[in-house]
C-alpha cells in the first residue's frame, strides 16, 4: 500500500516509512521541483520513497 502511495505523494510515504525529517526536506524540494521541471523530476521521488520504504521494512525484518 505504501508503494502504492509513493506514486502519487512521495514525501507522505516517506513520513509513513517512519523517516520525518527526511519527508519534511523532500517535501520542501519536491514542491518546487513539480513546478518547474513539469514532473520531469517526479520519477526520482518515486524512486527515493521505494529505497525508503524498503529499507524501512527490511531493517524490521532484522530486530
Known amino acids: 500500500m505504501n508503494y502504492l502511495l509513493a506514486i502519487l505523494l512521495p514525501p507522505v510515504s516517506i513520513l509513513i516509512a517512519g523517516r520525518p525529517i527526511v519527508a ?3 517535501f520542501l524540494i519536491w514542491i ?3 513546478i518547474f521541471s513539469g514532473g520531469l523530476t517526479h ?3 518515486i ?3 521505494w ?3 524498503h529499507q524501512s521494512s527490511t ?3 532484522r530486530d
Open 24 to 26: 519534511i526536506i523532500t
Open 32 to 34: 518546487p521541483a513539480i
Open 43 to 45: 520519477p526520482m521521488f
Open 47 to 49: 524512486l527515493l520513497a
Open 51 to 53: 529505497f525508503i520504504i
Open 59 to 61: 531493517s524490521r525484518l
